[in-house]
């Protein structure tokens, strides 16, 4: 039997003092066998600290009191269900926090728990939007497309056959709205995994290709897909298999997983994707498929080259391919890539993109496409860049004090160096802001100790294409030294400038950063552990299209602490900006306290820098979230893991693109009742 809440409330009125036989609303104390602050408020002066907090027991069941509120940040939840669950094994689940949390907060009872605890009943699978489909072509459009690649066009289809399908897999990545805006969730730092569609037989049409078949015998595959009901659509990713996708290009839908009774089967539903991957016919075929026929060269041949239209990479989502990605070969050569049922994205630029064989050390080339009346234009012809030889660039990565360092280094190209018709050197950009060109490579090294016993620590040898590269050193976490990146500009090779060669590239010292955390009443919060993270703030683009974000491959790696018993913590970190979260020690009854965003500046010179103390954060009374997860037969759900995000505020200029991110504020775990106890609070000392 779970214990009725005990409520002190701000009031000062003590509801719970004679159910628990205490002495009405005491000051926070912290018991003398630790040096870490407890949140409880038996004893003098009670919750006054807390203005806006009253006595009461941390969860349901618990006998535990502490100082608590019933303000909270605005957040959601992420539930992940246990992978040997019976229901929804494996599947991700968003709720939003706050229905049970606030002034009259929603109470949702379960079927086997107390009215003062509220439920989350996940959907039963079978009332998961189910989405079914298959990637299918009718005999016009394959012979359109064949014919546009040069084959020998397709075999008229056996009698009563309308469609053929192609082999495919499909992807479902899940979208979120926040602040009326509609953006995939990975852009929002939301952990959100895509569900990844079963493909199963779908006998009742032929795969493309086959000359002869019989009803029911059919090799198509289709895919079906069980999707959590959520707020904003899903964007489904069909990817057609290779060597298919020479003609086929991917297709993307939007999805709303809206609760309904299942198809219970895998054959194609007609209609699921848009015009131009299903129900075309000889009369619609010129109005869905776009062509585009390129002759392209390169004197060095082209064996092993793909042809495609990408979006401009546009945030931390991997741009979009929307058209057919034939394979070329020979010098020269006509591409013919097709597009179905595409219009250009307002706002969006879309490259054309040659794209080198894996591993051949030669950039990419990437030119955009002219947008005209809502249609694309493809240039009239294509030729890849002549480029000088490549170099081989040796050198050593050093410390300051001139130390060998173990380290690993990347390369990533900010001009690449070809000739022109008199073999002088011409500079391409890699990446700019504008409508041009771009030639752009990247490639990483280890240092010869981690490569070979015998290696020489710090020594490396690697070839790159000549131009100008901007490198990111990540030394062994055993070196000590930091993350260091380097925009000054490297030169590799005569075609660029003055090229120097061996190299010696330098590691920089790490940063000290030190503060502290005090909760409300100005107490040290020892024992907690400091957590600084890559801030969510770095997955958000600079401008809302076209923009850019710092690669990953450059965010600072993830440090940790613990505070001392004065509360203070002090650590060496790289350079970069940082969600910074203190997590209170077990049974101290404090959330975790989150400082979004905060930059921590490079090293001044070669020397350790120790920028000042940070601002001390002030850990508030935390709110109670009590709540019991049931499975879609009402059956407590033991082992799901359960995260709450809370969103950034935008405050930037009006001038300025600002976008909010979600950040970690709590995490916790259901237990063998499938019942889990989290404590949050808002952020504290914000950017």
């Not at 900010?414 to 490639?443: D, F, M, Q, R």
């Amino acid at each position: 039997m779970r214990a009725a809440v005990a409520l002190c409330v701000a009031s000062g009125v003590a509801v719970g003092a004679a159910i628990l036989g205490v002495a009405a609303c005491g000051a926070l104390t912290e018991p003398p066998t630790s040096p870490a602050p407890v949140n409880t408020c038996l004893g003098a002066g009670g919750c006054t600290p807390f203005p806006e907090a009253g006595c009461n027991f941390v969860g349901a069941s618990s006998t535990v009191v502490a100082c608590t509120t019933a303000v909270a940040p605005s957040f959601v939840l992420v539930v992940t269900v246990p992978a040997l669950a019976p229901h929804g094994a494996g599947m991700t689940y968003v709720f939003s926090g706050n229905q049970f949390l606030g002034p009259t907060p929603n109470k949702f009872p379960c079927a086997f728990t107390s009215a003062n605890t509220s439920c989350i009943l996940l959907p039963s699978p079978v009332g998961n939007a189910q989405t079914t489909g298959a990637y299918l072509v009718d005999y016009a459009l394959q012979e359109a497309a064949d014919r546009n690649l040069g084959l020998v066009p397709a075999m008229q289809m056996p009698p009563n056959i309308e469609y053929v399908g192609l082999p495919m897999t499909a992807m479902f990545w899940p979208q979120w709205t926040e602040d009326s805006v509609t953006l995939d969730a990975r852009q929002y730092n939301l952990p959100l995994p895509p569900v990844v569609a079963s493909i199963g037989p779908s006998p009742d049409y032929p795969l493309i290709g086959e000359t002869t078949h019989a009803p029911g015998g059919g090799l198509t595959t289709g895919w079906y897909a069980a999707l959590p009901p959520t707020a904003a659509p899903y964007l489904g990713v069909v990817q057609v298999d290779p060597p298919f996708n020479d003609g086929y290009p991917d297709q993307s839908y939007s999805v709303q997983a809206i609760s309904g009774p299942p198809s219970g089967e895998l054959a194609p539903q007609l209609g699921l994707l848009p015009a131009g991957a299903l129900g075309i016919t000889s009369a619609n075929v010129a109005s869905v498929l776009t062509t585009f026929r390129i002759p392209v060269s390169r004197p060095a041949g082209l064996d092993g080259w793909t042809m495609f239209v990408r979006e401009r990479a546009n945030g931390i989502v991997p741009p979009a391919i929307v058209s057919s990605r034939p394979r070329l070969s020979g010098v020269t050569t006509a591409a013919t890539l097709n597009l179905l049922g595409f219009s250009p994205t307002p706002g969006t630029t879309y490259n054309l993109v040659l794209e080198p064989p894996f591993a051949s050390g030669l950039p990419e080339f990437d030119d955009p496409l002219l947008s005209v009346g809502g249609a694309l234009i493809p240039p009239a012809s294509e030729t890849y860049p002549t480029l000088p030889p490549p170099v081989t660039l040796s050198g050593r990565v050093v410390s300051p004090e001139n130390t060998p360092v173990s380290a690993t280094i990347l390369f990533y190209s900010t001009e690449v160096g070809t000739l022109n018709a008199t073999s002088k050197c011409v500079l391409i950009p890699s990446t700019s802001t504008g409508i041009v060109t771009e030639l752009s490579y990247e490639a990483q090294v280890q240092t010869d100790d981690q490569l070979s016993a015998t290696g020489e620590v710090g020594g490396f040898s690697i070839q790159l294409p000549q131009g100008q590269y901007n490198y990111v050193i990540q030394p062994s976490l055993a070196s000590g030294y930091a993350k260091t990146t380097v925009s000054a500009g490297l030169y590799v090779g005569d075609c660029p400038g003055p090229f120097t060669n061996p190299v010696t590239l330098t590691a920089s010292h790490p940063v000290v950063v030190s503060g502290s955390f005090v909760t409300a009443d100005g107490r040290p919060l020892a024992n907690a552990t400091v957590d600084f993270l890559p801030s969510a703030l770095l997955v958000v683009p600079t401008l809302p299209t076209g923009g850019t974000i710092t690669p990953p491959s450059q965010w600072p790696r993830p440090a940790t602490t613990t505070t001392g018993a004065a509360g203070g913590f002090s650590l060496e970190v790289d350079p970069g900006t940082y969600d910074i979260t203190a997590r209170p020690q077990d049974g101290t009854n404090f959330a975790w306290a989150v400082a979004p965003g905060f930059f921590i500046p490079p090293p001044n010179g070669n020397l350790t820098t120790a920028i000042p103390p940070l601002a001390p954060f002030v850990v508030p009374a935390p709110a109670v979230l009590d709540v019991v997860i049931e499975d879609p037969d009402g059956i407590n759900l033991p082992g799901a893991i359960v995260q709450a995000y809370a969103f950034t505020s935008c405050s930037a200029p009006s001038s300025s693109y600002c976008q909010p991110v979600a950040v970690p504020i709590g995490e916790a775990m259901t237990d063998a009742q499938g019942e889990f106890v989290m404590l949050l609070s808002g952020f504290v000392n914000g950017p």
